[in-house]
């Protein structure tokens, strides 16, 4: 078997055409969706991160904007920046880009976007609703995935899904989310014995640990679909994800690639929730 490739690209493509639509019904109703950004020091990745986002809000129409500090700010400066930017009604979604310097409280500080705001999906309130089998704001690289399976028309429902890794912005709600569409989900982490034992059973393996290698063809059932999150950069500067795609390609159904996998469809997916809560901002100022 050769597996069909799922391009973030080619998917990516297809919600920007539907967020453009939804911005044009926005400015006709005078509104223009805002993204901010905070950016504290001068981590080089996040810097490239936040130029790729830029771009992107600026292909669809979405105001941005990035707030640069140094890397020794206090937290104070970024409490009192949020608390601006969390009144300001030109933006929509807000930001704060990671990792921060280690001065900084990252939890204390996500806790301070106001949940409406925030496009992240990382303010525990936005997380814990999901909990509860709502969604409001959901963390971006789940949420792509889960579009990827929707644009292939993977069913999940009564599907055996398995996802290596159980991080809060990646692992757990992804794992939440397969569960809120009806997926038998098993959940693996760095203390599983014999992985194989699980991820050849699932119909649905998504990956999303940061280790070059950790699944290969071996270890997944003929038919999966397998989704990669993992983003490694080997010595000599490729990039990878988890899985050892040649070998998994051979085996699975559909597979990500990496790069021009999940990672597209995270920015697609910030995009996508900063105009949703421009949209629920309307909606609440109608009211
Ligand atoms: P993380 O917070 O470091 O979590 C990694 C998870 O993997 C943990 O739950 C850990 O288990 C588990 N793990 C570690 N070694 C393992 C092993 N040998 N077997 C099974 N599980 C193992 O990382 P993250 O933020 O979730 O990100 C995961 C990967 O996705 C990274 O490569 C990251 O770069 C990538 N990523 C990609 C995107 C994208 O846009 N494509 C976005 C976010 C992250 P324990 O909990 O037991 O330690």
């Given at each position: 078997m050769?597996?069909i490739?799922?391009?973030g690209?080619v998917i990516?493509?297809h919600?920007?055409a539907?967020l453009k639509?939804?911005i044009r019904r926005?400015?006709a109703?005078g509104?223009?969706?805002g993204?901010?950004?905070?950016?504290?020091g001068e981590n080089?990745?996040?810097?490239i991160y936040?130029k790729?986002k830029?771009?992107?809000?600026?292909d669809i129409?979405?105001?941005?904007e990035v707030?640069?500090?140094?890397?020794?700010?206090?937290?104070d400066?970024?409490?009192t920046t949020l608390e601006?930017?969390?009144?300001n009604?030109?933006?929509h979604?807000?930001?704060v880009?990671?990792?921060?310097?280690?001065?900084?409280?990252?939890d204390?500080?996500?806790?301070?976007?106001?949940p409406?705001?925030d496009?992240?999906g990382?303010?525990w309130?936005n997380?814990?609703a999901?909990?509860?089998g709502h969604?409001?704001l959901?963390?971006?690289?789940?949420?792509?995935?889960?579009?990827?399976?929707?644009?292939?028309?993977?069913?999940?429902?009564?599907?055996?899904?398995?996802?290596?890794?159980?991080s809060?912005i990646?692992?757990k709600?992804?794992?939440l989310?397969l569960?809120?569409?009806?997926?038998?989900?098993?959940?693996?982490?760095?203390k599983t014995?014999?992985l194989?034992?699980?991820?050849?059973?699932a119909?649905?393996?998504?990956?999303?640990?940061?280790r070059?290698?950790?699944v290969d063809g071996?270890?997944i059932?003929p038919?999966?679909v397998?989704i990669?999150v993992g983003?490694n950069?080997?010595?000599?500067?490729?990039l990878?994800?988890d899985?050892?795609?040649?070998?998994?390609?051979?085996v699975?159904?559909c597979?990500?690639?990496?790069?021009?996998g999940?990672?597209?469809?995270?920015?697609?997916?910030l995009?996508?929730n900063?105009v949703t809560?421009?949209?629920?901002?309307v909606a609440?100022?109608?009211?």
């Amino acid at each position: 078997m050769t597996a069909i490739l799922l391009e973030g690209a080619v998917i990516a493509q297809h919600v920007y055409a539907q967020l453009k639509e939804r911005i044009r019904r926005l400015r006709a109703d005078g509104v223009q969706p805002g993204l901010a950004a905070i950016l504290v020091g001068e981590n080089s990745a996040s810097r490239i991160y936040l130029k790729n986002k830029a771009q992107a809000c600026n292909d669809i129409g979405v105001h941005s904007e990035v707030l640069r500090f140094p890397a020794d700010c206090s937290e104070d400066t970024v409490f009192t920046t949020l608390e601006e930017l969390n009144a300001n009604p030109r933006i929509h979604g807000i930001l704060v880009q990671l990792p921060l310097p280690k001065h900084l409280n990252s939890d204390r500080i996500l806790q301070a976007i106001a949940p409406a705001k925030d496009v992240d999906g990382f303010n525990w309130v936005n997380l814990g609703a999901m909990v509860a089998g709502h969604t409001l704001l959901a963390p971006c690289t789940p949420l792509g995935v889960m579009t990827m399976l929707d644009y292939a028309k993977v069913p999940i429902e009564g599907r055996s899904a398995v996802v290596i890794g159980r991080s809060a912005i990646v692992g757990k709600p992804l794992a939440l989310m397969l569960i809120a569409r009806g997926a038998t989900v098993t959940v693996c982490s760095s203390k599983t014995p014999d992985l194989k034992q699980y991820t050849s059973m699932a119909e649905i393996l998504a990956v999303a640990v940061g280790r070059p290698g950790l699944v290969d063809g071996t270890m997944i059932k003929p038919g999966a679909v397998v989704i990669d999150v993992g983003i490694n950069r080997l010595p000599g500067g490729k990039l990878v994800g988890d899985v050892d795609f040649e070998s998994a390609s051979r085996v699975a159904s559909c597979i990500t690639p990496v790069p021009g996998g999940v990672g597209r469809m995270t920015v697609a997916m910030l995009l996508e929730n900063t105009v949703t809560a421009a949209e629920r901002s309307v909606a609440a100022s109608s009211k």
